[in-house]
């Protein structure tokens, strides 16, 4: 991804989707977590605690994979159907190296491609014509 400086995510607990806030339509490039529905099936034969455990683990590493690239950005927009923004945020809130990076979360339904960069467009154009209003009056 290049030095763009805003980024839409859209996401679950699966994937997330990573857009940039350019004018050309880019490509999305994919974040996965590694606790698969197989997976999940197998721990549960073994334990409950066990599969809490490595679900808990593999989601931590989702999120600072998130995390890792949401640190070259200004400007980010994470929406999803799901409490996966949320948490991300949260995680993101309480690491000093977040701070400058301004991250937004809204809800949304599961969508297409072509919806995720329409809906990341429509977000951060809303957004910079504004503080180009600003800084023009």
């Not at 690239?69 to 000093?96: M, S, W």
């Not at 429509?122 to 009056?137: C, E, I, T, Y």
């Amino acid at each position: 991804m290049s030095n763009a400086k805003c980024l839409g995510i859209w996401m679950d607990h699966s994937n997330a989707h990573l857009i940039e806030f350019t004018e050309e339509p880019t490509e999305i490039k994919t974040v996965s977590s590694k606790f698969t529905r197989q997976e999940k099936e197998e721990s549960i034969g073994k334990s409950e605690q066990v599969m809490h455990n490595k679900e808990q683990h593999e989601e931590h590493d989702y999120y600072k994979k998130i995390g890792e690239v949401i640190r070259n950005y200004e400007d980010v927009l994470l929406f999803g159907p799901t409490q996966a923004k949320l948490e991300l945020l949260n995680l993101l809130r309480a690491d000093h190296h977040f701070t400058n990076i301004k991250i937004e979360i809204q809800q949304a339904d599961k969508m297409t491609d072509n919806q995720q960069h329409a809906f990341v467009k429509a977000h951060f154009s809303k957004h910079h014509f504004r503080l180009h209003n600003q800084h023009n009056v």
